[in-house]
T-cell receptor, first 113, second 114 residues
Framework: SQKIEQNSEALNIQEGKTATLTCNYT??????LQWYRQDPGRGPVFLLL?????KEKRKERLKVTFDTTLKQSLFHITASQPADSATYLC????????????FGGGTRLMVKP | DTGVSQDPRHKITKRGQNVTFRCDPI?????LYWYRQTLGQGPEFLTY????????KSRLLSDRFSAERPKGSFSTLEIQRTEQGDSAMYLC????????????FGPGTRLTVT
């Protein structure tokens, strides 16, 4: 069955460092992958979308990579700030999967000042 | 653009009661989704509407769950004969038409079944 794995342990880093979060998937051939941010008690907020033919996508301090050979996406936040503390969710989607999103369990990021 | 709104934000009910939640999507979005999220997990897809038509429904969705979007605008999600396992955050999202568009989520309705 399809499986999406994100590190369930919280990632603690120091302010100013680069945070790297991992999304691994199995039994899947996603055509694209979305990343969302979720703060406690709130709905997810869309951050970035990357397509299978794109190796890397950037938006301000955010960078996403997509390696279809490794079946992995990496999400980087450079020059991290305490305001970046949140849970980050990945959602890979196949070309024929319709419009529903299947999310990983999310990784909680804590940026300490 | 006021974003996606959901009502109520919190609901406490006793086991066996029926509950209904409302979602108002972003006005120009014709797609509407319902998800359920439990603590420490990512949102789990429940159902999807394009305009007033319900096009997808999770196989995990019990017959006790029903959703409507009668005029292609707001949507309601009803849970009949609630069980303690129904306790979760119920999230609504909307998106514009087009392939692989990002979804805009509401704040959610937190349901507690006692």
């Amino acid at each position: 069955s399809q499986k999406i794995e994100q590190n369930s342990e919280a990632l603690n880093i120091q302010e100013g460092k680069t945070a790297t979060l991992t999304c691994n998937y199995t039994n899947y051939s996603p055509a694209y992958l979305q990343w969302y941010r979720q703060d406690p008690g709130r709905g997810p907020v869309f951050l970035l979308l990357i397509r299978e033919n794109e190796k890397e996508k950037r938006k301000e301090r955010l960078k996403v990579t997509f390696d279809t050979t490794l079946k992995q996406s990496l999400f980087h936040i450079t020059a991290s700030q305490p305001a970046d503390s949140a849970t980050y969710l990945c959602a890979p989607l196949g070309a024929n999967a319709g419009n529903m999103l299947t999310f990983g369990g999310g990784t909680r990021l804590m940026v300490k000042p | 653009d006021t974003g996606v709104s959901q009502d109520p934000r919190h609901k406490i009910t006793k086991r066996g009661q029926n509950v209904t939640f409302r979602c108002d999507p972003i006005s120009e979005h014709n797609r509407l989704y319902w998800y359920r999220q439990t603590l420490g997990q990512g949102p789990e897809f429940l159902t999807y509407f394009q305009n007033e038509a319900q096009l997808e429904k999770s196989r995990l969705l019990s017959d006790r769950f029903s959703a409507e979007r009668p005029k292609g605008s707001f949507s309601t999600l009803e849970i009949q004969r609630t069980e303690q396992g129904d306790s979760a955050m119920y999230l609504c999202a909307s998106s514009p038409s087009g392939q692989w568009r990002e979804q805009y989520f509401g704040p959610g309705t937190r349901l507690t079944v006692t």
